[in-house]
Structure formats: C-alpha cells, structure tokens
C-alpha cells in the first residue's frame, strides 16, 4: 500500500463550506445523539451460550445489541477525538454550538469575537472536522462546489 492509497491528496475540489457545516451540524443533532444514546444505556445483561437451543433468537438479539452497543462507544470516540483535534478556539466554539447548544450572545462574551467571526470559525471547524472524521471512519460528510 502506498502513502497516496492512504492519503486522498488528489482531491482538489473546492470544498463547499455552507453545506458541509449544514451536513454537520445535522450529523451532530441527529446520528452523534443517537450514538451517544445507544453508547450510554445501561449495559446489557450478559449473552450467555448455555443451553442455546437451535431455534434460539433470544441471546443472538442480546449479543447483536452489545455489539451495537460496543460499536456505538467506538464511533462517539472517534468522533469526540475528531473534534478534540480541531484547534483550541475551532474545538471551543465547535462543543458550544453543537454540543453545548449556547446562544450566539454567550459564545461571544466567553469568547469575545463577534458574530461574524466565530460563524467563520464555525465554519471551518466544521470542514476540518468533516476532514478528519472521513480518514478514520466511513462517514463523509463534506459537500463540494460544483
């Protein structure tokens, strides 16, 4: 395997950042909350492989959902390493729009840019993280101008 089968470095469209911020932040609302759900429900009872009889489907539902549920766990941290990569200020105003769901009035007094300024920000964090959650997992969320 060579560097450029690893690395996508040919890729020279112009990512579009209003679509892809979009994609994202719809990502973030819907299937992150549904990981974090699925990674945070109290664990499942044990599978046990006792006395399985062939017409089982019981303990393959059981053993199918920890599974779900381990993958779950996987996903949320790779998708909060995603965004612990992103730069100190991306990072912050990132966890506060979409994690932490702040008004555009608190983001500015705890970081003291404007509304123009921590939009563009946003912007960009969003592009990065699209970025680095496309090279270590299968979700593409980044949108291209045509």
Do not use: W
């Not at 699925?38 to 019981?58: G, R």
């Not at 705890?110 to 123009?116: A, F, I, Q």
């Not at 990065?128 to 980044?142: C, G, P, Q």
């Amino acid at each position: 395997m060579q560097l450029s089968d690893l690395l996508d470095n040919n890729d020279n469209r112009e990512i579009d950042l209003t679509k892809t911020r979009i994609k994202v932040t719809n990502f973030m609302e819907n299937q992150y909350q549904q990981l974090k759900y699925l990674a945070n429900t109290s664990p499942l009872q044990s599978v046990s492989y006792d006395n399985i009889k062939v017409q089982t489907s019981q303990s393959n539902s059981i053993e199918s959902k920890a599974i779900k549920q381990l993958q779950a766990k996987e996903y949320v941290r790779i998708i909060d390493d995603c965004i612990n990569s992103l730069d100190d200020i991306q990072a912050k105003i990132f966890k506060y729009k979409l994690l932490e769901h702040r008004t555009e009035y608190d983001i500015t007094e705890l970081t003291g840019y404007s509304r123009t300024h921590i939009y563009n920000i946003f912007k960009y964090a969003c592009r990065e993280f699209a970025k680095h959650l496309s090279l270590v997992t299968n979700i593409d969320l980044l949108e291209y101008k045509e």
